[in-house]
């Protein structure tokens, strides 16, 4: 018989790493091969679309708004990673394949005295947005440690709009 490991990560999976090690064996026990493991690498910042999926409804369940145009913006160069889409028309995108991998936001490594807060304001973004996006950075916060020089973190940059002084009416 055949046997075929899938494995679908999920929300709050990103930048995970797993070791899934089995062994393969004949029906009857008389063969059996060596031990073999694989490793799992979930990678931030990226998002498999899916049928049905759009730019829109994609950027709709990440960062609560409806401007795609960031995605759009974040896939429309080419990166250098032969797995992620150059997204060159948004109404094409599942046109190229069943499951189309694309960029959800930007890279960060994070610095010697960078905190969450501070990189929010800088991105013009939120705390909460942050660690929703990388879920293993609210384990951090939680414990009171700080963020890690060099870890790799996932920001959608200005998903919040800045606060502009109301304008005085009164002539």
Same mark, same amino acid.
């Given at each position: 018989? #055949?046997?075929?490991?899938?494995?679908?990560?999920?929300?709050? =999976?990103? %930048?995970?790493?797993?070791?899934?090690?089995?062994?393969?064996?004949? !029906? $009857? =026990?008389?063969? #059996?091969?060596?031990?073999?493991? *694989?490793?799992?690498?979930?990678?931030?910042?990226?998002?498999?679309?899916?049928? @049905?999926?759009?730019?829109?409804?994609?950027?709709?369940?990440?960062?609560?708004?409806?401007?795609?145009?960031?995605?759009?913006?974040?896939? !429309?160069?080419?990166? !250098? =990673?032969? /797995?992620?889409?150059?997204?060159?028309?948004? =109404?094409?995108?599942?046109?190229? @394949?069943?499951?189309?991998?694309?960029?959800? !936001?930007?890279?960060?490594?994070? /610095?010697?005295?960078?905190?969450?807060?501070?990189?929010?304001?800088? $991105?013009?973004?939120?705390?909460?947005?942050?660690?929703?996006?990388?879920?293993?950075? /609210?384990?951090?916060?939680?414990?009171?440690?700080?963020?890690?020089? %060099?870890? /790799?973190?996932?920001?959608?940059?200005?998903? *919040?709009?800045?606060?502009?002084?109301?304008?005085?009416?009164?002539?």
């Amino acid at each position: 018989s #055949r046997y075929i490991l899938v494995y679908k990560a999920r929300r709050g =999976d990103e %930048g995970r790493r797993d070791t899934v090690c089995f062994t393969a064996r004949d !029906g $009857f =026990d008389v063969v #059996r091969l060596p031990t073999t493991c *694989v490793t799992i690498h979930v990678k931030r910042c990226v998002y498999c679309m899916q049928e @049905g999926d759009t730019l829109q409804s994609v950027m709709r369940s990440l960062a609560l708004d409806y401007n795609w145009l960031r995605i759009w913006s974040a896939n !429309g160069n080419e990166d !250098g =990673d032969p /797995e992620t889409t150059t997204v060159t028309n948004p =109404d094409s995108l599942m046109t190229q @394949g069943p499951q189309q991998i694309i960029n959800i !936001g930007s890279l960060y490594y994070v /610095e010697e005295e960078d905190t969450v807060s501070g990189l929010a304001s800088l $991105f013009q973004t939120t705390a909460k947005h942050i660690i929703s996006m990388n879920p293993d950075v /609210e384990a951090l916060v939680n414990t009171s440690r700080i963020l890690v020089p %060099g870890q /790799e973190i996932c920001i959608i940059p200005c998903s *919040v709009l800045p606060i502009v002084p109301e304008r005085n009416t009164f002539g």
